[in-house]
């Protein structure tokens, strides 16, 4: 081969370099191998082995195996040239392994030199070193290959990730405390020579190196096979991860040679983690909470901590977060705590906000074998739907091995969420019907109703109903305190209110009012944890009227005796207003008054009609209608207020009466006989007292009509 | 005429080489491994262009002795023909090597709906050797 001037390599660093900026890796690599085989011709065999070395682990990572070799098999010869011992095992180690593209013939060469090694001796020189300055490099290096091995004491040599003697330890994902940990190491042999090792693995924890000796272990010629080493987890460890970091062995009989395997740089690193979990724990965690929880509760979640542990459990700790609290839609309605209530801080003892993964803690010092404890957690939500809690539980116990060991588990509860009540309400007139308005200056009333939907019997311990500007509230009907409801059961209360024209700001026939909130404060009847819930109350229209008409009527009349009703009608605008009453005609009452009547009613003023009405008939009976009808100022009916006066009527002025009987003095009463007996000696001694036959008296009109007896 | 033929995986380990010429076999072998970097580069600037990329790379490198094509499919999978250049070849028209593409992206297809194909292993199917070989032979 032509010997080139140092030029050609310059340019290829220069190639080399351009390559790099450009990020042309592969293309980068070609030209190194290009300048480790001008290099080998320069004699700079050290050089060149390194850039091949570094070549060849470039090309096995992408899978290019014959590249690998061949850069591999150029290496070789400098580890030969250069008396590199360590270097040369370590190559003849990847040459012979099965990922090797090498023929058979190569590598059974390579194996016979690497036994040589082993035993002490010079490797036979490569075959490819023919040429007369290559002869005198060979002759003097198989005489410096003697003197190293014989006067090194020790040889280091690294593994390489594809050896024809390995071994491959597979650790356990995760490993408990109370468990042992089986670490299975795969031995891998690819030569002729079965082999027998030493072997020793080294941990990132302290305190378990030691007893990662292992006993000697057969490497089959040929063969793959497996050991299973066991290996006891201390008990400090918990939390933390037991890694492999190196993997050594010595070839018995072969004491200068030290093989080792950095596990950290190879491919599979994961393989080598096992994560130390605590052990099991003997502890359970029962939910005992009284499913399901209510809307707006704060549901003690009744976690019950039952130990089944033949020691006491100490330093106990319970931590409970909700499962999903990541999500905004959970996080923003639950709050989970130690204490039914918000926390007043963000540092409130005891409690916990509802952000995301915090989590509520409870310690507890410590629980006997087979005792059991009651742990308090609350869950408060405002939405409907199921929430899941997950709960941790750690503890310090002494285990079977009678060493102090973290123990721990870890539950999720599904806490089911109902609506407490459901609630509606209602607007009621004067007249105690239903109405969808509410008028300018005219009482009306507002009567929320909850039905319970709850399973769990609830009592409610108060209630009240805040509403805003210009609705003014009186004190309720009637209190809802104390009452006890079960599901389905309804119950209501009624707020007197009114809209008074002083508070309004704008026109009221364009305004919307809102009624307002009623808070219902209630518990469950087995818990003395008081709950508030708030419903809104929906919004209503306001309507002035134009004129105010009230009626003054005594509660109830008694037949034939006369009745007074007084209408008396106000004018709330600043115009004259023009009316004409008509009192219609009953057949339950006679009246006295006027029949039609035209009034008018000053602005601002207030006018007043009255009637005598005499009772014909006993019972509920209808009043004589009242009609009144507006005029305009010509004096014409007023088309467009009908209706609203019609109205004004229907829910200002009652349509019915009851008339109780005309009272009986005690001459007019007659039974049996005909003569007269009188009441006060019957049954004394005087008279006889008969019940004849039923009498039936028809309710008529007034007309007269005689009655017929028996007797 | 067509020299080499290889695919390579989407990893840019090689699944299949065929030469026509078994002592020239690692120097093609370096020059496939280094036609992925020419590869990467099309791929790239081709990506922040349109969304829809013509699978033909066309001619990745030239040397004085060979010419590269390159072909990646919509899985990046990698089909590299290796053309030397001698008097003979020198009219390879671009339809033709499109041609020679397709016919091996259809035998690839072949062996993928092979369910005893492992995907990203070593294609070991006589067929697609065959294909391979008269793509080799075609232009020889």
Same mark, same amino acid.
């Given at each position: 081969?032509?010997?080139?001037?140092?030029?050609?390599?310059?340019?290829?660093?220069?190639? @080399? &370099?351009?390559?790099?900026?450009?990020?042309?890796?592969?293309?980068?690599?070609?030209?190194?191998?290009?300048?480790?085989?001008?290099?080998?011709?320069?004699?700079?065999?050290?050089?060149?082995?390194?850039?091949?070395?570094?070549?060849?682990?470039?090309?096995?990572?992408?899978?290019?195996?014959?590249?690998?070799?061949?850069?591999?098999?150029?290496?070789?010869?400098?580890?030969?040239?250069?008396?590199?011992?360590?270097?040369?095992?370590?190559?003849?180690?990847?040459?012979?392994?099965?990922?090797?593209?090498?023929? &058979?013939?190569?590598?059974?060469?390579? &194996?016979?030199?690497?036994?040589?090694?082993?035993?002490?001796?010079?490797?036979?020189?490569?075959?490819?070193?023919?040429?007369?300055?290559?002869?005198?490099?060979?002759?003097?290096?198989?005489?410096?290959?003697?003197?190293? =091995?014989?006067?090194?004491?020790?040889?280091?040599?690294?593994?390489?990730?594809?050896?024809?003697?390995?071994?491959?330890?597979?650790?356990?994902?995760?490993?408990?405390?109370?468990?042992?940990?089986?670490?299975?190491?795969?031995?891998?042999?690819?030569?002729?020579?079965?082999?027998?090792?030493?072997?020793?693995?080294?941990?990132?924890?302290?305190?378990?190196?030691?007893?990662?000796?292992?006993?000697?272990?057969?490497?089959?010629?040929?063969?793959?096979?497996?050991?299973?080493?066991?290996?006891?987890?201390?008990?400090? %460890?918990?939390?933390?991860?037991?890694?492999?970091?190196?993997?050594?062995?010595? @070839?018995?009989?072969?004491?200068?040679?030290?093989?080792?395997?950095?596990?950290?740089?190879? %491919?599979?690193?994961?393989?080598?983690?096992?994560?130390?979990?605590?052990?099991?724990?003997?502890?359970?965690?029962?939910?005992?909470?009284?499913?399901?929880?209510?809307?707006?509760?704060?549901?003690?979640?009744?976690?019950?901590?039952?130990?089944?542990?033949?020691?006491?459990?100490?330093?106990?700790?319970?931590?409970?977060?909700?499962?999903?609290?990541?999500?905004? =839609?959970?996080?923003?309605?639950?709050?989970?705590?130690?204490?039914?209530?918000?926390?007043?801080?963000?540092?409130?003892?005891?409690?916990?906000?509802?952000?995301?993964? @915090?989590?509520?803690?409870?310690?507890?010092?410590?629980?006997?074998?087979?005792?059991?404890?009651?742990?308090?957690?609350?869950?408060?939500?405002?939405?409907?739907?199921?929430?899941?809690?997950?709960?941790?539980?750690?503890?310090?116990?002494?285990?079977?091995?009678?060493?102090?060991?973290?123990?721990?588990?870890?539950?999720?509860?599904?806490?089911? =969420?109902?609506?407490?009540?459901?609630?509606?309400?209602?607007?009621?007139?004067?007249?105690?019907?239903?109405?969808?308005?509410?008028?300018?200056?005219?009482?009306?009333? @507002?009567?929320?109703?909850?039905?319970?939907?709850?399973?769990?019997?609830?009592?409610?311990?108060?209630?009240?109903?805040?509403?805003?500007?210009?609705?003014?509230?009186?004190?309720?009907?009637?209190?809802?305190?104390?009452?006890?409801?079960?599901?389905?059961?309804?119950?209501?209360?009624?707020?007197?209110?009114?809209?008074?024209?002083?508070?309004?700001?704008?026109?009221?026939?364009?305004?919307?009012?809102? =009624?307002?909130?009623?808070?219902?404060?209630?518990?469950?009847?087995?818990?003395?944890?008081?709950?508030?819930?708030?419903? &809104?109350?929906?919004?209503?229209?306001?309507?002035?009227?134009?004129?105010?008409?009230?009626?003054?009527?005594?509660?109830?009349?008694?037949?034939?005796?006369?009745?007074?009703?007084?209408?008396?009608?106000?004018?709330?605008?600043?115009?004259?207003?023009?009316?004409?009453?008509?009192?219609?005609?009953?057949?339950?009452?006679?009246?006295?008054?006027?029949?039609?009547?035209?009034?008018?009613?000053?602005?601002?003023?207030?006018?007043?009609?009255?009637?005598?009405?005499?009772?014909?008939?006993?019972?509920?009976?209808?009043?004589?209608?009242?009609?009144?009808?507006?005029?305009?100022?010509?004096?014409?009916?007023?088309?467009?207020?009908?209706?609203?006066?019609?109205?004004?009527?229907?829910?200002?002025?009652?349509?019915?009466?009851?008339?109780?009987?005309?009272?009986?003095?005690?001459?007019?009463?007659?039974?049996?006989?005909?003569?007269?007996?009188?009441?006060?000696?019957?049954?004394?001694?005087?008279?006889?007292?008969?019940?004849?036959?039923?009498?039936?008296?028809?309710?008529?009109?007034?007309?007269?009509?005689?009655?017929?007896?028996?007797? | 005429?067509? /020299?080499?033929?290889?695919?390579?995986?989407?990893?840019? /380990?090689?699944?299949?080489?065929?030469?026509?010429?078994?002592?020239?076999?690692?120097?093609?072998?370096?020059?496939?491994?280094?036609?992925?970097?020419?590869?990467?580069?099309?791929? !790239?600037?081709?990506?922040?262009?349109?969304?829809?990329?013509?699978?033909?790379?066309?001619?990745?490198?030239?040397?004085?002795?060979?010419?590269?094509?390159?072909?990646?499919?919509?899985?990046?999978?990698?089909?590299?023909?290796?053309?030397?250049?001698?008097?003979?070849?020198?009219?390879?028209?671009?339809?033709?090597?499109?041609?020679?593409?397709?016919?091996?992206?259809?035998?690839?297809?072949?062996?993928? /709906?092979?369910?005893?194909?492992?995907? /990203?292993?070593?294609?070991? !199917?006589?067929?697609?050797?065959?294909?391979?070989? !008269?793509?080799?032979?075609?232009? !020889?």
């Amino acid at each position: 081969k032509t010997k080139h001037c140092q030029t050609i390599t310059r340019l290829q660093e220069c190639a @080399i &370099e351009q390559f790099s900026n450009f990020k042309s890796v592969r293309m980068m690599n070609h030209v190194q191998v290009q300048m480790a085989d001008e290099l080998l011709i320069d004699q700079k065999h050290s050089r060149a082995m390194q850039i091949l070395i570094t070549s060849a682990d470039m090309y096995r990572k992408e899978g290019w195996s014959t590249l690998s070799t061949a850069c591999l098999l150029k290496a070789i010869k400098c580890a030969f040239l250069t008396v590199n011992v360590e270097t040369y095992v370590n190559l003849c180690l990847s040459l012979m392994s099965s990922k090797s593209e090498c023929n &058979e013939s190569e590598k059974q060469r390579i &194996e016979q030199n690497f036994y040589l090694v082993l035993d002490g001796k010079a490797p036979l020189p490569e075959p490819s070193l023919t040429c007369k300055s290559e002869r005198a490099l060979v002759g003097q290096a198989t005489k410096l290959w003697k003197d190293r =091995l014989d006067n090194s004491d020790s040889f280091d040599i690294q593994v390489p990730t594809s050896s024809a003697v390995d071994l491959e330890p597979l650790m356990p994902k995760d490993v408990r405390l109370s468990d042992t940990i089986n670490i299975d190491v795969g031995l891998v042999n690819s030569t002729a020579k079965n082999l027998e090792v030493n072997c020793q693995m080294k941990f990132n924890l302290d305190g378990y190196s030691a007893d990662g000796n292992m006993e000697s272990l057969s490497l089959v010629s040929c063969k793959k096979s497996k050991y299973t080493y066991q290996l006891q987890i201390k008990a400090n %460890d918990a939390g933390q991860k037991l890694i492999i970091n190196e993997l050594s062995f010595q @070839i018995v009989g072969i004491a200068k040679f030290c093989f080792s395997k950095r596990l950290e740089d190879f %491919d599979r690193k994961n393989d080598m983690v096992s994560n130390i979990l605590p052990r099991d724990s003997l502890v359970d965690v029962k939910f005992d909470g009284s499913s399901p929880a209510l809307v707006g509760e704060w549901f003690d979640m009744g976690l019950c901590l039952q130990s089944r542990e033949i020691h006491s459990a100490t330093n106990i700790e319970v931590l409970c977060w909700l499962r999903d609290g990541g999500d905004p =839609l959970i996080s923003d309605t639950t709050c989970l705590s130690t204490f039914a209530g918000y926390p007043t801080t963000p540092t409130t003892p005891g409690g916990s906000q509802s952000m995301e993964l @915090i989590k509520s803690c409870v310690t507890l010092a410590s629980l006997a074998p087979g005792a059991s404890h009651k742990l308090s957690f609350y869950l408060n939500a405002s939405t409907l739907g199921s929430r899941v809690v997950s709960c941790q539980l750690r503890y310090t116990a002494v285990a079977s091995n009678s060493v102090s060991t973290l123990s721990s588990c870890a539950v999720q509860f599904t806490v089911n =969420l109902v609506q407490p009540f459901s609630f509606s309400y209602s607007l009621y007139n004067k007249m105690l019907d239903e109405s969808k308005v509410v008028h300018v200056d005219e009482d009306f009333a @507002i009567a929320p109703k909850i039905t319970c939907a709850s399973p769990h019997d609830l009592v409610i311990t108060d209630s009240r109903l805040d509403t805003r500007v210009p609705v003014s509230l009186k004190d309720p009907v009637h209190l809802l305190r104390g009452n006890v409801v079960s599901q389905t059961w309804a119950i209501s209360q009624l707020f007197p209110a009114k809209v008074e024209a002083a508070n309004l700001i704008t026109k009221p026939d364009d305004e919307t009012i809102n =009624l307002g909130k009623f808070y219902l404060k209630w518990k469950r009847t087995s818990s003395d944890i008081e709950n508030e819930t708030c419903y &809104e109350l929906g919004t209503c229209h306001l309507v002035e009227s134009l004129v105010d008409l009230r009626c003054q009527l005594p509660g109830y009349g008694v037949l034939r005796r006369p009745v007074t009703i007084q209408y008396r009608l106000q004018n709330k605008t600043d115009v004259l207003q023009e009316y004409s009453l008509t009192m219609e005609p009953s057949d339950s009452f006679m009246f006295s008054g006027p029949k039609q009547l035209k009034l008018k009613v000053f602005p601002r003023d207030q006018t007043s009609v009255k009637y005598l009405l005499h009772p014909l008939l006993s019972g509920s009976l209808n009043l004589p209608r009242l009609k009144i009808v507006p005029l305009t100022s010509a004096g014409v009916p007023s088309l467009d207020k009908v209706g609203m006066l019609e109205q004004l009527l229907a829910r200002s002025v009652p349509s019915q009466l009851f008339v109780l009987p005309q009272d009986r003095s005690a001459e007019e009463f007659t039974v049996g006989s005909g003569s007269p007996t009188n009441i006060a000696s019957a049954g004394v001694g005087g008279g006889t007292f008969e019940l004849k036959e039923t009498i039936v008296v028809p309710n008529l009109g007034f007309t007269k009509q005689s009655v017929k007896t028996n007797g | 005429m067509a /020299s080499c033929v290889a695919v390579i995986g989407k990893e840019n /380990s090689p699944l299949y080489i065929a030469c026509i010429t078994p002592e020239q076999e690692l120097g093609f072998h370096y020059s496939l491994h280094t036609s992925l970097d020419f590869i990467e580069e099309k791929l !790239s600037s081709t990506n922040k262009g349109n969304d829809h990329r013509d699978l033909y790379l066309g001619l990745l490198y030239s040397t004085e002795h060979q010419r590269i094509f390159g072909y990646v499919t919509n899985t990046k999978i990698k089909f590299v023909i290796i053309v030397n250049v001698d008097a003979t070849n020198t009219n390879l028209r671009d339809n033709e090597t499109r041609q020679m593409f397709r016919k091996l992206h259809v035998a690839y297809t072949n062996v993928m /709906s092979n369910p005893f194909y492992t995907p /990203s292993t070593r294609i070991n !199917s006589n067929k697609f050797a065959a294909v391979a070989n !008269s793509i080799l032979a075609k232009q !020889s």
